[in-house]
């Protein structure tokens, strides 16, 4: 099992005669210990073309120090990456090439760029003696592997937050080192100064698109959720707390907006990739929707009182949930390592290198989008109207099932209209979330029913009483009516008022 490691730190330009200031100056740190030197060899691995250094990736094997293995960092936020460590060994790992196969697909994984430095290593330790931060000073020699490489060489310090430290220490040193004349290095890392000195960096990543057409706020909501679901992908790989939610999450949302801004962007062209994002997003869905289901179970137990416990129903529950999300967290790597995804990451790539703009798409973005986002508003009501007409039952379920769907799609699209259209795109995709809450609520009650009814029946043929899950029944029932009788005031809190043309 690979270790990871959350590493804050931040990196300074310096030269072999740069001066660290005292830093037992930093509120904290009661000295500075010599913590010795290392001798570090690292080559970095990545595609021919740097698929992974131009979304800030790196891979790399290591020898020297006290981490010596190979290494796959995952940026998180500024300064902050996760590093998956994996034992030392020649090949690369096939638990870290899974975790990048989103970014790599069919390319393999080569030798670019080696980098040995000289270490020399100074912990910052407060009055007990423990390690609050890691001061390194790095002379670096850097070779190209690749055909045409250069090398380089410079100068470097690094500071990196103690684990569980406070990263205000950091802010601390910063001023010191700036009043001693020290600056933030220029490159995120060593790699990717490495590749700009020795010779071809990775191609830059376009940025956003201008919001002066409806085009432009389309594709930059577009492209947004393209680089989450990337995103996503390794932390559902690493089963990450709702990573699998958010990555459906962003299939869903590209989904939607190839659907309601069809004026913007040719549906032949995105109904195609738009089928293959519903074929996903039902895939994930699998996982997703077993977490969402036994964690309803799971509170609606605790919440009753001790009588109405008949039998071992939380290990009923526990056994119950294991063998179902034991085959859907199967599933879903299988997914995402087959063919026919990263063929549909191929299909996105190129769409939004290319898209199929329409003539709307160079229109202003306020007449377009408010279009789109009141013909969305307007299938909601009748579908809503719908539901509400017909008798309590399964064709009523369905038709609220069928309702909270287009309640979804609305707001996407209005949430997606927000920067063009202000406040009235806001106030419409924040009352559509409620609607959309009592929606989603009314459908995992009708999910947990059908769920409570096969516990019953394997704690039946077990010899155990069912009446717990009788009970839960009940009061699902319950609570699908009561979300019911919400509805119609939810959606009378729904206002189109200032989008209309």
Same mark, same amino acid.
């Given at each position: 099992?690979?270790?990871?490691?959350?590493?804050?730190?931040?990196?300074?330009?310096?030269?072999?005669?740069?001066?660290?200031?005292?830093?037992?100056?930093?509120?904290?740190?009661?000295?500075?210990?010599?913590?010795?030197?290392?001798?570090?060899?690292?080559?970095?691995?990545?595609?021919?073309?740097?698929?992974?250094?131009?979304?800030?990736?790196?891979?790399?094997?290591?020898?020297?120090?006290?981490?010596?293995?190979?290494?796959?960092?995952?940026?998180?936020?500024?300064?902050?990456?996760?590093?998956?460590?994996?034992?030392?060994?020649?090949?690369?790992?096939?638990?870290?090439?899974?975790?990048?196969?989103?970014?790599?697909?069919?390319?393999?994984?080569?030798?670019?760029?080696?980098?040995?430095?000289?270490?020399?290593?100074?912990?910052?330790?407060?009055?007990?003696?423990?390690?609050?931060?890691?001061?390194?000073?790095?002379?670096?020699?850097?070779?190209?592997?690749?055909?045409?490489?250069?090398?380089?060489?410079?100068?470097?310090?690094?500071?990196?937050?103690?684990?569980?430290?406070?990263?205000?220490?950091?802010?601390?040193?910063?001023?010191?080192?700036?009043?001693?004349?020290?600056?933030?290095?220029?490159?995120?890392?060593?790699?990717?100064?490495?590749?700009?000195?020795?010779?071809?960096?990775?191609?830059?990543?376009?940025?956003?698109?201008?919001?002066?057409?409806?085009?432009?706020?389309?594709?930059?909501?577009?492209?947004?959720?393209?680089?989450?679901?990337?995103?996503?992908?390794?932390?559902?790989?690493?089963?990450?707390?709702?990573?699998?939610?958010?990555? #459906? &999450? *962003?299939? =869903?949302?590209?989904?939607?907006?190839?659907?309601?801004? !069809? $004026?913007?962007? +040719?549906?032949?062209?995105? @109904?195609?990739?738009?089928?293959?994002?519903?074929?996903?997003?039902?895939?994930?869905?699998?996982?997703?929707?077993?977490?969402?289901?036994?964690?309803?179970?799971?509170?609606?137990?605790?919440?009753?009182?001790?009588?109405?416990?008949?039998?071992?129903?939380?290990?009923?529950?526990?056994?119950?949930?294991?063998?179902?999300?034991?085959?859907?967290?199967?599933?879903?790597?299988?997914?995402?390592?087959?063919?026919?995804?990263?063929?549909?990451?191929?299909?996105?790539?190129?769409?939004?290198?290319?898209?199929?703009?329409?003539?709307?798409?160079?229109?202003?973005?306020?007449?377009?989008?408010?279009?789109?986002?009141?013909?969305?508003?307007? #299938? &909601? *009501?009748? =579908?809503?109207?719908?539901?509400?007409?017909?008798?309590? !039952? $399964?064709?009523? +379920?369905?038709?609220?099932? @069928?309702?909270?769907?287009?309640?979804?799609?609305?707001?996407?699209?209005?949430?997606?209209?927000?920067?063009?259209?202000?406040?009235?795109?806001?106030?419409?995709?924040?009352?559509?979330?409620?609607?959309?809450?009592?929606?989603?609520?009314?459908?995992?009650?009708?999910?947990?029913?059908?769920?409570?009814?096969?516990?019953?029946?394997?704690?039946?043929?077990?010899?155990?009483?069912?009446?717990?899950?009788?009970?839960?029944?009940?009061?699902?029932?319950?609570?699908?009516?009561?979300?019911?009788?919400?509805?119609?005031?939810?959606?009378?809190?729904?206002?189109?008022?200032?989008?209309?043309?």
């Amino acid at each position: 099992m690979a270790e990871t490691k959350r590493e804050i730190e931040r990196k300074y330009e310096a030269t072999t005669g740069t001066r660290v200031p005292d830093l037992t100056k930093v509120r904290g740190v009661s000295r500075v210990r010599d913590a010795g030197r290392a001798e570090l060899d690292a080559v970095y691995y990545d595609t021919p073309d740097l698929r992974l250094a131009a979304h800030s990736l790196t891979l790399r094997r290591r020898t020297g120090g006290d981490d010596a293995g190979w290494h796959l960092k995952l940026p998180v936020a500024p300064g902050v990456r996760d590093e998956i460590r994996a034992p030392l060994g020649d090949e690369v790992p096939s638990g870290l090439a899974g975790l990048v196969r989103a970014r790599t697909r069919g390319g393999g994984l080569v030798p670019v760029v080696r980098v040995r430095s000289s270490r020399h290593v100074h912990h910052l330790v407060d009055e007990d003696g423990a390690v609050l931060a890691e001061l390194s000073t790095d002379t670096v020699h850097t070779e190209r592997l690749t055909e045409g490489g250069g090398t380089a060489d410079w100068a470097e310090i690094e500071i990196e937050l103690a684990d569980g430290g406070d990263p205000a220490l950091l802010d601390a040193v910063d001023k010191r080192f700036r009043k001693a004349g020290i600056h933030p290095a220029a490159a995120p890392s060593k790699l990717a100064r490495a590749l700009e000195e020795t010779g071809t960096a990775p191609p830059a990543r376009p940025g956003p698109p201008a919001r002066d057409t409806a085009g432009g706020h389309v594709l930059g909501h577009l492209r947004a959720q393209a680089d989450a679901l990337l995103d996503y992908d390794a932390a559902v790989r690493r089963d990450q707390p709702d990573s699998v939610h958010q990555m #459906r &999450v *962003a299939t =869903r949302r590209m989904r939607s907006a190839f659907r309601s801004y !069809g $004026r913007v962007l +040719d549906r032949t062209v995105t @109904d195609p990739v738009g089928e293959e994002l519903r074929w996903l997003a039902a895939e994930l869905g699998v996982d997703r929707d077993q977490e969402v289901l036994t964690e309803r179970l799971r509170a609606a137990l605790e919440a009753l009182p001790r009588p109405l416990l008949q039998g071992p129903v939380r290990g009923r529950l526990r056994r119950w949930s294991g063998a179902r999300r034991s085959g859907s967290r199967g599933r879903t790597l299988k997914v995402l390592d087959s063919a026919r995804y990263l063929a549909l990451l191929d299909r996105l790539e190129a769409l939004l290198a290319d898209p199929p703009l329409r003539g709307a798409a160079a229109k202003d973005p306020g007449g377009v989008l408010a279009e789109a986002v009141l013909k969305d508003h307007a #299938r &909601v *009501a009748s =579908r809503v109207e719908h539901a509400l007409s017909l008798e309590p !039952g $399964r064709e009523r +379920d369905l038709a609220l099932h @069928d309702a909270r769907k287009a309640a979804k799609r609305a707001r996407y699209a209005a949430e997606l209209a927000r920067p063009a259209l202000g406040r009235p795109a806001k106030r419409l995709a924040r009352s559509l979330k409620r609607v959309q809450d009592v929606l989603g609520d009314h459908q995992d009650g009708v999910v947990a029913r059908e769920a409570l009814k096969d516990l019953a029946q394997q704690a039946h043929a077990a010899g155990e009483p069912s009446f717990t899950w009788g009970v839960l029944y009940a009061r699902e029932e319950t609570a699908a009516a009561d979300r019911e009788r919400e509805l119609p005031e939810a959606w009378a809190g729904v206002s189109v008022k200032g989008l209309e043309t």
